[in-house]
T-cell receptor, first 116, second 110 residues
Framework: DTGVSQDPRHKITKRGQNVTFRCDPISEHNRLYWYRQTLGQGPEFLTYFQNEAQLEKSRLLSDRFSAERPKGSFSTLEIQRTEQGDSAMYLC??????????????FGEGSRLTVL | AQRVTQPEKLLSVFKGAPVELKCNYSYSGSPELFWYVQYSRQRLQLLLRHISRESIKGFTADLNKGETSFHLKKPFAQEEDSAMYYCALSSSSNDYKLSFGAGTTVTVRA
């Protein structure tokens, strides 16, 4: 499967612990996005990268959240001092370089976080 | 700001009946609209985009700028159409980041 892969698929942690999610995009895609999805809602934008540069962070991303894409390939999303409100599905998506015409996002299967 | 509204959380239709999923958006410029679908135990994927003006799996969607709507339609629903459907919007002014609606769960009954 050469699609977007995310790891781990499920994570259960206690409040206050740190968690890290990894996303491996499709290899030729230079853009990588993180979204968060809670029950009954659509995906909400968190942050995105073009190559290794982080272009924007949503206001949803508090100081406890940090994302990196050090070599412009895989990305990590770390949540420090988790809170119960962080429980959600964290989706990663990638897309090829834009050509002036909007392209589609290719999503991973998501990493589901449960904070007890 | 760009916003997408899907007024129906749940939609249940019989097989062979028409189905229409409503999507309204608010955006002052020229948006690009999409429908994404998530089948059971599969990842979110693009169904169709307004600029393509194509029919995918029998679904069509027309962008109505006057009514700021992008409703998804299929004349004869099939059981395999049961899924979660998300309307999404992007724009050049927002570097084409997608904003999603809350989604509509479609159940097609035999």
């Amino acid at each position: 499967d050469t699609g977007v892969s995310q790891d781990p698929r499920h994570k259960i942690t206690k409040r206050g612990q740190n968690v890290t999610f990894r996303c491996d995009p499709i290899s030729e895609h230079n853009r990588l996005y993180w979204y968060r999805q809670t029950l009954g809602q659509g995906p909400e934008f968190l942050t995105y990268f073009q190559n290794e540069a982080q272009l924007e962070k949503s206001r949803l991303l508090s100081d406890r959240f940090s994302a990196e894409r050090p070599k412009g390939s895989f990305s990590t999303l770390e949540i420090q001092r988790t809170e119960q409100g962080d429980s959600a599905m964290y989706l990663c998506a990638s897309s090829p370089p834009r050509t002036g015409v909007s392209g589609e996002l290719f999503f991973g299967e998501g990493s589901r976080l449960t904070v007890l | 700001a760009q916003r997408v509204t899907q007024p129906e959380k749940l939609l249940s239709v019989f097989k062979g009946a028409p189905v229409e999923l409503k999507c309204n958006y608010s955006y002052s410029g020229s948006p690009e609209l999409f429908w994404y679908v998530q089948y059971s135990r599969q990842r979110l994927q693009l169904l169709l985009r307004h600029i393509s003006r194509e029919s995918i799996k029998g679904f069509t969607a027309d962008l109505n700028k006057g009514e700021t709507s992008f409703h998804l339609k299929k004349p004869f629903a099939q059981e395999e159409d049961s899924a979660m459907y998300y309307c999404a919007l992007s724009s050049s002014s927002n570097d084409y980041k997608l904003s999603f609606g809350a989604g509509t769960t479609v159940t097609v009954r035999a």
